[in-house]
């Protein structure tokens, strides 16, 4: 188990238990570290070239966020994670990121607008280009722009804490066609549209309905039913689908 765990470099600045923590939730995430898998605090120090105390840190905190517990007689194993429990998660994002997004609308200066608006014009240069590295790197910062912009520190750390499922389901993903592109490109524009607008309503309604389309173009999510379309609110008919807790799933 060691082997998975790669040592810090020395020019890493972050505190030894944040590294830790990262080092450790990109394994699970990555599957290095693999579902079921016993963690031994000792070993795992050893592996990244550290005392146990920044590891111990480290795995409350991946305990808080669900990705390992600790069982009787077994100790501390990295938790399973079905599909089923992955489309949950990602509606709770969704309806967090949709409330970032309409404080963001009321609380954003002009600076983090403009912000926003490079961003989204580097979009259109990596969608044309069909750059999907690049693609993930922008709309990470569009998000990290926007939550950052709310100044509630609660719902950043919160969305954070979610982040390392949001990977999973995307390891997992049946992945977006190039076609999706310029879909996931028309979101943001809308977004930020509405954040211009000071349009608390639209903008939580747009950031929900566009990251839940985000979680169905993966197979995340199941695509919902043909509901009506509105013309304010880009993929909306996935917003609406997922208001019946019991749809069915892709896979368990």
């Known amino acids: 188990m060691s082997s998975a765990v790669e040592p810090f470099a020395e020019t890493e600045t972050l505190s030894l238990g944040e590294r830790a923590y990262r080092r450790l939730r990109d ?29 111990r840190e480290a795995l409350r905190r991946l305990e808080q966020d669900g990705l390992v517990v600790t069982l009787p ?3 501390t194993i990295v938790a399973e994670f079905g599909l089923e429990r992955l489309a949950e998660l990602g509606r709770i994002r969704a309806a967090l990121e949709g409330v970032a997004a309409a404080l963001a609308a009321e609380r954003m200066t ?3 607008l403009a912000s926003l608006g490079e961003v989204v014009r580097g979009m259109r240069a990596a969608t044309a280009a069909a750059d999907t590295e690049a693609l993930a790197e922008l709309n990470e910062r569009f998000h990290a722009i926007l939550q950052g912009a709310t100044g509630n520190m609660f719902l950043v750390r919160s969305l954070e804490a979610l ?15 190039p076609k999706d592109m310029p879909k996931a490109l028309r979101e943001h524009v809308s977004i930020l549209a509405a954040l211009r607008a000071r349009d608390p309503v639209l903008s939580e309604a747009r950031m929900r309905a ?7 173009t993966n197979g995340v999510l199941s695509a919902p039913g043909n509901a009506p379309h509105d013309p304010r609110c880009p993929g909306r008919r996935a917003l609406r689908g997922l208001r019946h807790p019991g749809h069915a799933l892709r896979r368990g």
């Open 210 to 216: 566009h990251v839940l389309r985000s979680l169905t």
């Open 163 to 177: 982040r390392a499922y949001d990977d999973l389901g995307r390891l997992r993903a049946i992945g977006s066609a």
């Open 110 to 112: 002009g600076e983090d």
């Open 73 to 75: 007689r077994r100790g």
């Open 27 to 55: 394994s699970i995430v990555q599957g290095t570290l693999s579902a079921g898998s016993r963690i031994s605090e000792r070993s795992l120090a050893s592996a990244l070239g550290i005392s146990a105390q920044p590891v």
